[in-house]
T-cell receptor, first 110, second 112 residues
Framework: RKEVEQDPGPFNVPEGATVAFNCTYSNSASQSFFWYRQDCRKEPKLLMSVYSSGNEDGRFTAQLNRASQYISLLIRDSKLSDSATYLC???????????FGKGTHLIIQP | DAGVIQSPRHEVTEMGQEVTLRCKPISGHNSLFWYRQTMMRGLELLIYFNNNVPIDDSGMPEDRFSAKMPNASFSTLKIQPSEPRDSAVYFCASQRYTGELFFGEGSRLTVL
């Protein structure tokens, strides 16, 4: 089983819609969780951290389910500029390095 | 403030040649990471340094790859000899303790 798994998509979503995707991780000792965003031919950038209690940042909501070992990202009122690849990132289990999922490709259509 | 600076941005070389990629982390950051990204494998951690000391190099593919961090402001990733399967985007990233990971713009390597 891969350490961090994501549905690669692409998710084609009309502008204004709500979209959600999940990510599963295999190491139950993982301690920190993040969503990074990567635009085409650019470097990844931190979108938001994921806290145990769930957290919201504007139109974005991230949640963590430790029992089932998955994290989720919800985007409300999607914008054309949200089109990107969203990378699920996990740290922990004895390693300081971050483990990245392969990413979910999101395309917002006008 | 300057971000993570990588060079070269693009490199095209022939199989068997030596490739050296360079990285200048953000000042004050104590951890530095080298990642490789391909369509097939996504982002893979190659090696990371903490306070200039290599902590985990288990992701380095083989002996052809080596990385150094002689001081807090400079790191290199060397591939010798290079092979076509090494073609990828190589990202350097730095971090202050366990804070946000900041990536450079990447070095796109093509080995013919």
């Amino acid at each position: 089983r891969k350490e961090v798994e994501q549905d690669p998509g692409p998710f084609n979503v009309p502008e204004g819609a709500t979209v959600a995707f999940n990510c599963t991780y295999s190491n139950s000792a993982s301690q920190s969780f993040f969503w990074y965003r990567q635009d085409c031919r650019k470097e990844p950038k931190l979108l938001m951290s994921v806290y145990s209690s769930g957290n919201e940042d504007g139109r974005f909501t991230a949640q963590l389910n430790r029992a089932s070992q998955y994290i989720s990202l919800l985007i409300r009122d999607s914008k054309l500029s949200d089109s990107a690849t969203y990378l699920c990132v996990v740290r922990g289990g004895g390693a300081d390095g971050l483990t990245f999922g392969k990413g979910t490709h999101l395309i917002i259509q006008p | 403030d300057a971000g993570v600076i990588q060079s070269p941005r693009h490199e095209v070389t022939e199989m068997g040649q030596e490739v050296t990629l360079r990285c200048k982390p953000i000042s004050g950051h104590n951890s530095l990471f080298w990642y490789r990204q391909t369509m097939m494998r996504g982002l893979e951690l190659l090696i990371y340094f903490n306070n200039n000391v290599p902590i985990d190099d288990s992701g380095m593919p083989e002996d052809r790859f080596s990385a150094k961090m002689p001081n807090a402001s400079f790191s290199t990733l060397k591939i010798q000899p290079s092979e076509p399967r090494d073609s990828a985007v190589y990202f350097c990233a730095s971090q202050r303790y366990t804070g946000e990971l900041f990536f450079g713009e990447g070095s796109r390597l093509t080995v013919l």
